[in-house]
């Protein structure tokens, strides 16, 4: 009682900066709630399936979703283009493929599912490792083959590896990883876990003659597998149409259904993946064609406008950007003003409460930041030791020899 009189009895001010935590308390528990309060957004174009029912186009978010969605594009976006840089100054050797176009894919399906369901792609695989968890420095490193990369910088830009976020990688045969893709769905189906593999190819990789054998065996046997066909209509140098009869490739599976999506919106790839796990865990296999686009050519060698015009490239990023149409509809549905769009804290990782208060920090900006640095920290990562060609090859403890070309003489032991 005698405490709640000196409360009663103290001053204005000090009364005033007692309850100025509690206000901001108040109002940061409401923004909070404000973060999660649903929003019902409608996809860009409907569904079309084959053998199916498509999902609705209605698709359920939030706030701080669509905000996520922003700075996570970007931050894919903001990496490409740097890789795009050290690709040019000789630090990225080899081949290197980048996915800037296609974000909407990659952040679309990261949020329709969790880590212990498995993604395996092919070697435009940077943004499908950056959504699995993997870091920037990882990223980079990796890309200039540094001990600090994601396979340890043995793999480069094709083979970027994260078991522990079940990504099982790219891979650099084209199309070769989709029966391995089938092969994680089989092994879910045997531990019977709940869980669904997404295993991604391209419209180039849509001919191959071993992804329809393992689709029919995914077919046969029921296994929770989702083949997602990211058709960027540019197999290489070549459009879709002069190499495909049938460029419907969500049809391609005939006695598999399939369902067509726009890749370039990343509320309409999550309805979708979300649908295709529900659908997969209980029938089996189903194609996803997620119609995208890739800015930059098939690889670094390839200056991408040859075969096609750069009136067309300019269009698309108008009218069909990811990150552009994220930031529209974030402004249509009053989440943010354009302004407020602009600042972000990096402390409080794009809480609603950041739209709400007085910002500090451009989310590009920022994101711009956070690449450089991690640029700078990755090209200090020194490069693996020449003994590194010799390890992760066999399993380990097993004493294999290596011998010279008669095999008269034991040159080494491999680890």
């Known amino acids: 009682m ?19 935590p509690l206000s901001a308390l108040s109002r940061s528990l409401s923004a909070a709630a404000a973060a999660d309060a649903p929003i019902t957004v409608e996809t860009s174009v409907p569904f079309v399936g084959h053998n199916c029912e498509p999902p609705s186009r209605s698709v359920s978010t939030t706030p701080a979703e669509l905000l996520s969605f922003f700075r996570d594009m970007a931050q894919m976006r903001r990496m490409e283009i740097a890789a795009d840089s050290l690709y040019k100054s000789k630090l990225i050797r080899g081949f290197c ?47 200039m083959g540094r001990r600090a990369g994601c396979s340890k910088g043995k793999g480069g830009s094709m083979h970027f590896y994260k078991k522990d976020g079940g990504f099982y990688g790219g891979h650099g045969i084209v199309g ?52 997602v066909c990211e058709n960027n209509h540019y197999g290489m140098g070549t459009a879709e149409w002069r190499a495909a009869k049938s460029p419907a490739y969500y049809k ?19 309805q979708a993946c979300k649908f295709a796990k529900e659908y997969a865990l209980q029938n089996g ?45 974030i402004l249509s549905h009053d ?60 399993v380990k403890g097993y004493g294999v020899e290596v011998f010279g070309a008669d095999r008269k003489e034991v040159r080494g032991v491999l680890p």
């Not at 943010?336 to 910002?359: G, P």
């Open 2 to 20: 005698m405490a709640l009189n000196r409360l009663v009895s103290s001053s204005s001010s000090s009364s005033a900066a007692l309850l100025r």
């Open 97 to 143: 493929h980048l996915y800037d176009g296609q974000e909407a894919v990659a952040v679309g399906m990261e949020s329709a599912i969790t880590k212990k369901d498995c993604i395996i792609t092919a070697y435009r695989d940077h943004c499908i490792f950056l959504g699995r968890g993997g870091t920037l420095v990882e990223a980079f490193s990796e890309l």
């Open 176 to 227: 070769a990883q989709v029966p391995l893709g089938c092969g994680l769905a089989f092994g879910q189906k045997y531990v019977k876990d709940g869980t669904v593999t997404f295993a991604m190819y391209g419209d180039g990789a849509a001919n191959q003659g071993q992804l329809f054998e393992a689709l029919n065996m995914a077919a046969l046997w029921d296994l929770p597998a989702i083949l």
């Open 252 to 270: 391609r599976g005939d006695y598999v259904p399939g369902l067509k999506v726009d890749g370039m919106d990343a509320l309409a790839v999550k």
């Open 285 to 329: 296999p189903l194609i996803l064609e997620m119609d995208t686009y890739r800015y930059h050519g098939h690889s670094m060698s390839d200056p991408g406008s040859t075969y096609r015009t750069r009136d067309e490239i300019s269009g698309v990023r108008q009218e069909r950007d990811p990150i552009e149409r994220m930031r529209k509809l």
């Open 335 to 394: 989440v943010a003003t354009e302004k407020e769009l602009k600042f972000c804290s990096r402390e409080q990782e794009l809480h609603w409460s950041c739209v709400l208060w007085l910002f500090s920090h451009d989310i590009e900006k920022e994101v711009r930041k956070e690449v450089d640095e991690a640029v700078a920290e990755a090209k200090e990562s020194p490069m693996p030791d020449p003994s590194e060609l010799f390890t992760d090859v066999y």
